[in-house]
């Protein structure tokens, strides 16, 4: 699977902004999808993961209530709808899959297929 994430950029303190990541090569309803976010000089951390359907959802408790995960299988896309976003929310943020449909992995070593990459910056 190679995935393509797109959608980062600036935004203030309080505003919102929505990721995408698009995926290709094996067929994308067989696979659950994640986002992570990695901060400078921090480790990578799990932010949202939907199962291969889209029925099922799982969030960091950081961006719980905040942050929403979807997907459309038809267009092979997966979304992070972010609201409220905080500065501490800044990092880049990259798309991850991993076959199967368990939306409970929250390790990256966990996932097989991974984006390059956006960054998203929150500006206070």
């Known amino acids: 699977v190679q995935l393509q994430a797109s959608g980062g950029g600036l935004v203030q303190a309080g505003g919102s902004l929505r990721v995408t990541c698009a995926a290709s090569g094996r067929p994308f309803s067989n696979y659950g999808m994640a986002w992570f976010r990695q901060a400078p000089g921090k480790e990578r951390e799990f932010v949202a993961v939907?199962?291969?359907?889209?029925?099922?959802?799982n969030y960091a408790d950081s961006v719980k209530g905040r942050f929403t995960i979807s997907r459309d299988n038809a267009k092979n896309t997966v979304y992070l709808q972010m609201n409220s976003l905080k500065p501490e929310d800044t990092a880049v943020y990259y798309c991850?899959?991993?076959?199967?449909?368990?939306?409970?992995?929250?390790?990256?070593?966990?996932?097989?297929?991974w984006g390059q990459g956006t960054l998203v910056t929150v500006s206070s």
């Open positions: 991850a899959a991993r076959y199967g449909d368990n939306i409970y992995p929250r390790a990256p070593s966990e996932y097989d297929y």
């Open positions: 939907i199962n291969s359907s889209g029925v099922r959802k």
